[in-house]
């Protein structure tokens, strides 16, 4: 099947690897129009073939660096140009190697990496907190051999706002964002007509939610996503997932998911306005029902509850306005206490049996604090392990999103110590 027809299926909601994989499709590289080749990978490549060398957006992770090096020499013999990096994830920016490489061996000039000012910034904090970093990509993508980077391809020249080039006689324009990331880059090639996103847009209900991940900027992506809508782009090329061709599908696509992230900004600035909790809030916040059937707005990666924890993390602070949680007693002891008065752990642990049976999103939830706290008071109590097991592979299978059950399947594991 061809990219066009893949894309079109996608569209349509008929392509079932968007649930299974949801980061995205691995595949050939494809020529997308004159002179433009989009290559499907861990995260996506873009590539501009100009009459003084090729330019690239984005690059890769270091597992595909080879795979997208060969890809690309299978279309073009020409020394890559320039590099532009939509930010600076790990899956975006380790692509350059092999092409730095063969420019030393042929004596070309070196390619020439352009990103946004705090990229470099980006690059820091991930040595700051390397470990953390491991531990957390592990769990997300349940990947055990995960190593995390600790030498970086860091950009030849940074921009503050908007960077206006030419290569050759082809003129692209970068627009900085702040969405997924604080250091993004939106590239417009207007000249064709092609919108390079990044993973502002990726297919999926937006990563503005990430539990273990750094702040995020939703009303800053939907205006980013709105001022994307309005260059009424021929041929959008995500960060992952496939193209969308076409004008009207690309507005559609990048105002909805606008809307849908001003939604939930909204109402949870109402609450928060109120002076509501953010356990209510959670309670009532609800994604736009009429989006509710969109291929690019699926819980599969993250979630729209997690991304209000992010909007109240950004525009209140830490505590949750629960007063006992300000100065908590520690999760074990509150758990031991618990289990004491009610009759021991294993009454915790077979009422969330129990719940697991009910079935309802309610009743899984209470189950997961119930597990959690008879397995704290009596970690070594193995009728309470399979119980917790039991639940969280429960909570796992149930999950909709990478997030939901990269922590659950954590969960599980961790209950008899067989944690990577
Ligand atoms: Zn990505």
């Given at each position: ?217 939703p009303l800053e992506w939907a ?16 960060g992952h997932g496939l193209p ?173 110590g067989e944690l990577f």
């Amino acid at each position: 099947m061809d990219i066009v027809e893949l894309a079109d299926r996608l569209w349509r909601g008929e392509e079932p690897s968007q649930k299974s994989s949801p980061l995205g499709h691995g595949g050939p590289l494809a020529e997308i129009t004159d002179s433009v080749a989009f290559l499907p990978n861990f995260g996506n490549c873009s590539v501009f073939d100009t009459d003084d060398g090729l330019v690239m957006v984005d690059t890769g992770s270091i597992i595909t660096a080879q795979k997208v090096h060969e890809e690309i020499r299978a279309w073009s013999t020409k020394p890559l140009h320039s590099a532009i990096f939509s930010h600076g994830h790990i899956d975006h920016v380790f692509g350059v190697g092999p092409f730095d490489e063969e420019a030393q061996t042929n004596d070309w000039r070196r390619p020439h990496v352009i990103a946004h000012r705090h990229l470099p910034r980006r690059f820091e904090r991930y040595l700051l907190t390397a470990g953390y970093n491991q531990v957390i990509n592990r769990r997300q993508f349940a990947v055990s051999n995960l190593e995390w980077p600790l030498e970086y391809r860091y950009p030849d020249e940074t921009y503050e706002l908007t960077h206006d080039f030419a290569v050759g006689s082809s003129a692209f324009h970068l627009q900085h964002e702040k969405g997924e990331t604080d250091d993004a880059t939106v590239t417009w090639f207007e000249e064709q007509s092609v919108l390079c996103s990044g993973d502002l847009f990726i297919w999926n209900s937006p990563n503005a939610g990430n539990p273990q991940k750094v702040q995020r900027y939703p009303l800053e992506w939907a205006n980013a996503l709105r001022r994307m809508a309005a260059l009424d782009a021929q041929y959008l090329l995500p960060g992952h997932g496939l193209p969308i061709f076409g004008r009207d599908r690309i507005y559609q696509a990048l105002s909805e998911t606008a809307e849908y992230l001003e939604s939930l900004v909204d109402q949870t600035l109402a609450l928060m306005n109120e002076g509501a909790r953010l356990s209510d809030t959670l309670s009532s916040v609800r994604a736009p029902i009429h989006l509710a059937d969109r291929p690019y707005l699926q819980p599969f990666y993250d979630e729209p509850e997690f991304i209000v924890r992010n909007i109240w993390r950004l525009y209140g602070g830490w505590w949750d306005g629960n007063p006992a949680t300000l100065r908590p007693a520690n999760d074990r002891r509150v758990a031991s206490e618990l289990c004491e008065l009610a009759g021991g752990a294993s009454v915790l642990a077979t009422r969330a049996e129990e719940l697991l049976e009910e079935g309802s999103d309610e009743a899984l939830r209470l189950a997961g604090h119930l597990a959690e706290m008879a397995w704290l008071a009596s970690p070594d109590d193995e009728g309470v392990q399979a119980a917790r097991q039991h639940v969280f592979h429960t909570l796992a299978s149930n999950a909709t999103s990478t997030m939901s059950r990269g922590v659950f399947r954590w969960a599980e594991r961790e209950t008899t110590g067989e944690l990577f």
